[in-house]
């Protein structure tokens, strides 16, 4: 059953506050190269990964960075982060991770889709924007469902070409 923390939901997910007693899957998450790879970035070491996570937890509390924990419905257990931030043009971008042995069930479709309902619905933005890297084929096949590519260009702290992907209020609701 989802707790009191529980920020949305969507039809096998909801979606909740990270708590520092997610560290051990928020590791499974950070640790996986095979997760963290197609982002490009490197994976984390246990220490690392427990920096990182009290790190989510206060700029949750005190930025317009909202990275929250991801549950199956039923099941407390993080299976996946997501959340919202603002990118370097201050724009409203979503973002997703997901642990490795929950791939292949539609997840990032569906916290997709949830996030860009949250953001139009509950935050009330009138443009929402996604960076991919553009080697990481199954975020790039999710992002193409629902948003148009706007841009390609350099990002220098991940070493890679990224994709902006944009998608407007008017072409949503």
């Given at each position: ?42 994976p ?77 619905v509950?935050?009330k ?5 996604a ?43």
């Amino acid at each position: 059953m989802p707790d009191t923390n529980m920020i949305f939901e969507t039809t096998k997910l909801y979606v909740r506050q990270l708590e520092t007693n997610d560290a051990a899957a928020f590791f499974e998450l950070m640790g996986n190269p095979n997760v963290m790879n197609p982002i490009p970035q490197k994976p984390f070491n246990e220490k690392e990964s427990v920096s990182k996570l009290a790190e989510l937890i206060l700029l949750e509390k005190s930025s317009d960075t909202k990275i929250w924990c991801l549950c199956q419905k039923g099941n407390n257990k993080l299976i996946g982060i997501c959340g919202v931030l603002k990118n370097d043009d201050k724009e409203d971008e979503i973002v997703y991770r997901i642990i490795e042995t929950y791939w292949g069930n539609g997840y990032g479709t569906e916290i997709a889709k949830g996030l860009i309902d949250y953001c139009f619905v509950t935050m009330k933005s009138n443009l929402i924007t996604a960076d991919v890297c553009i080697e990481n084929v199954k975020s790039v096949k999710i992002l193409n469902k629902y948003f148009t590519i706007e841009k390609e260009f350099f990002n220098p702290e991940d070493n890679c070409i990224d994709r902006r992907y944009v998608l407007k209020r008017e072409n949503w609701l």
